[in-house]
C-alpha cells in the first residue's frame, strides 16, 4: 500500500513517521517547504530517539527513512496512492476544498481519510463524487506514541473502506475505535468537556494550574492533567474545537470560558508559542 500525507505539521509529521515505520511507502508534502523540512527533521530526532532508548534498531531506522519521501508537489505525491491521510488545518471549508481537489485527480479507488478531530466527515466527503471512500482516521499527538485511532464513518461511507483503515492503522500500531460521524465524535467531546471544566475552575479559583491537573493524574489516574494537555494541543485548537461544538450541539458546556479567549488573543497558544497555562 501507498501512503501519502498532505499536511507536515503536528500531526501530518506524526502520521507519515508511523507509516513508514509499519513498511508502508509513504510520501509527505506540505505547501510550505519550510514546514516540510521541520517535519523531516522531527521525524529524524524521532526515530533516533527510539533507537537510543532502544525501542528500535538502527537498521529499522534505515528502512523506516528509506520508504518516507518527502515531496513538495502535491500532485507527484499523491500519484499511485491507495490512501490520501489528509492533516491540514482545521477548518472545513479548508477541507472541503482540498478533498474536491483530491477527488478530481487520484482513482477511483483510492480511500480519502481526514484526521479531523471534530468536523462532519459527511459534510467533507460530500465535496467528493466518491462518499462511499470517505472516512474519519482521527490520530492523537504525539502520534509515535499514542495508541488511540478514531475511526469516523458516516452513512455513505463503505463497510470494506472501514476495513482497510482499520487494518492500516492496526499494523501502525495502533488500537482503533468505530465512531459514528457526530460533532467532537467521542474523543474531542469528552476531553474538551474537561478541559474546558478545568479552565472555569482556574477562573474560579478553585485550585492552580497544577493541583486541577494533579487532580486528574493522581485521582483520576490521567497521564496527563487537562490544562496541560491543553497546552500541547494549541489554545487556539482547543478554541475552535469548543466554539464549532458549541455552535453546532448547542449546549452551555461547550461554550469557550473567556480565560481561553484571553489566551489565545495575547497569543499565549501552549507549548507551540512558550507560554499557555504553563511556561514551556
Given amino acids: 500500500m501507498r501512503i501519502a500525507v498532505i499536511g507536515a505539521g503536528t500531526m501530518g509529521h506524526g502520521i507519515a513517521q508511523v507509516a513508514a515505520m509499519a513498511g508502508y511507502d509513504t510520501r509527505l508534502t506540505d505547501a510550505n517547504a519550510d514546514v516540510l523540512a521541520?517535519?523531516?527533521?522531527?521525524?529524524?530526532?524521532?526515530?533516533?530517539?527510539?533507537?537510543?532508548?532502544?525501542?528500535?534498531?538502527?537498521?529499522?531506522?534505515?528502512?523506516?527513512?528509506?520508504?518516507?519521501?518527502?515531496?513538495t508537489d502535491l500532485q507527484t505525491a499523491i500519484d499511485d496512492a491507495d490512501l490520501v491521510i489528509e492533516a491540514v488545518v482545521e477548518d472545513l471549508a479548508v477541507k472541503r476544498a482540498l478533498f474536491q481537489q483530491l477527488d478530481g485527480v487520484v482513482s477511483d479507488e483510492t480511500i480519502l481519510a481526514t484526521n479531523t478531530s471534530s468536523l462532519s466527515v459527511s459534510r467533507i466527503a460530500e465535496a467528493t463524487k466518491r462518499p462511499a471512500r470517505v472516512v474519519g482516521m482521527h490520530f492523537f499527538n504525539p502520534v509515535h506514541i499514542m495508541k488511540l485511532v478514531e475511526v469516523v464513518t458516516h452513512p455513505g461511507c463503505d463497510a470494506?473502506?472501514?476495513?482497510?483503515?482499520?487494518?492500516?492503522?492496526?499494523?501502525?500500531?495502533?488500537?482503533?475505535?468505530?465512531?459514528r460521524d457526530t460533532a467532537g465524535f467521542a474523543?474531542?467531546?469528552?476531553?474538551?468537556?474537561?478541559?474546558?471544566?478545568?479552565?472555569?475552575?482556574?477562573?474560579?479559583?478553585?485550585?492552580?494550574?497544577?493541583?486541577?491537573?494533579?487532580?486528574?493524574?493522581?485521582?483520576?489516574?490521567?497521564?496527563?492533567?487537562?490544562?496541560?494537555?491543553?497546552?500541547?494541543?494549541?489554545?487556539?485548537?482547543?478554541?475552535k474545537i469548543a466554539e464549532y461544538l458549541h455552535r453546532e450541539l448547542r449546549e452551555p458546556k461547550f461554550e469557550p470560558p473567556r480565560i481561553l479567549r484571553e489566551k489565545v488573543q495575547r497569543g499565549e497558544l501552549g507549548k507551540k508559542t512558550g507560554r499557555g497555562f504553563y511556561e514551556w
Fill in 38 to 71: 521541520t517535519a523531516c527533521d522531527r521525524i529524524q530526532s524521532n526515530l533516533a530517539g527510539a533507537v537510543a532508548r532502544g525501542k528500535m534498531t538502527q537498521a529499522q531506522l534505515e528502512a523506516a527513512t528509506a520508504t518516507l519521501v518527502p515531496v
Fill in 160 to 179: 470494506s473502506v472501514v476495513g482497510e483503515v482499520r487494518a492500516c492503522a492496526e499494523r501502525m500500531g495502533k488500537t482503533t475505535i468505530l465512531v
Fill in 187 to 239: 474523543s474531542s467531546r469528552l476531553g474538551i468537556v474537561l478541559g474546558l471544566e478545568a479552565m472555569r475552575m482556574l477562573e474560579e479559583g478553585v485550585a492552580s494550574v497544577v493541583d486541577i491537573d494533579t487532580a486528574m493524574e493522581l485521582g483520576y489516574g490521567h497521564p496527563m492533567g487537562p490544562l496541560r494537555l491543553s497546552d500541547l494541543v494549541g489554545l487556539d485548537v482547543r478554541l
